[in-house]
Every structure is written in C-alpha cells, then in structure tokens.
C-alpha cells in the first residue's frame, strides 16, 4: 500500500492550497480517509476525515476553512485549504483508516 500525498508549499495567510493523496495497492473505495497534521514538537492531530460514502468530519480549527473530498475512479483524497493561518503550519498526513499512512506533506503558512 502506498500513499502519495504531494501539493503542499509555502503560502501567505489568507492563501488557499489544494494537497492530493493518490493511493496505490488497496481497494480505495471501502476505505475511509483522512488528513492529520503535526507541528514542531506536537503531537499529530486529525485534520479531517472522510468515510468510504462520502460522510465529512472536521477539527474545529479548520471547519469553515478547510474541506475534504474523494475522487474513487482516481483513487484519490483531497484536502483543499482556504484561508490560511500560520497556526496551520505543519507537516500534512494522509492516512487510509489509520491504518496506513503516507510520508506527509510540508505546508508553511507566513505571516
């Protein structure tokens, strides 16, 4: 199983990014996804989450801001980012149930 999560960057507050998970090596479809996040010296933390039908969850930090969406037929998860913060400064994770986890994704917000 592979996850491969890329579009991440540095951004000014207020900028928007679009970060993509394409999976590889699992049926996508049955499976729930999700983004979580780690900062410098804390803990990884969800972001957001979206089962196999489509039902969102968001951290309270980011509802309003922040949405994600799945693409079955390109086997891939989005997590697209409005409205940035420097307090969303962190390295972006995609899992697969928490099951499987990709490498992660740097995403820097200036201020």
């Known amino acids: 199983v592979q996850l491969q999560a890329s579009g991440g960057g540095l951004v000014q507050a207020g900028g928007s990014l679009r970060l993509s998970c394409k999976a590889s090596?699992?049926?996508?479809?049955?499976?729930?996804m999700g983004w979580f996040r780690q900062a410098p010296g804390k803990e990884r933390d969800m972001v957001a989450t979206?089962?196999?039908?489509?039902?969102?969850n968001y951290a309270d930090s980011v509802k309003g801001r922040f949405i994600i969406s799945r693409d079955s037929a390109r086997r891939t998860v989005f997590l697209q980012m409005n409205s940035l913060e420097p307090e969303d400064t962190a390295v972006y994770f995609c899992?697969?149930?928490?099951?499987?986890w990709g490498r992660g994704t740097q995403v820097t917000v200036s201020s």
């Open positions: 899992t697969a149930s928490m099951q499987y």
């Open positions: 090596g699992l049926n996508f479809s049955i499976w729930n």
């Open positions: 979206i089962t196999s039908g489509g039902s969102t």
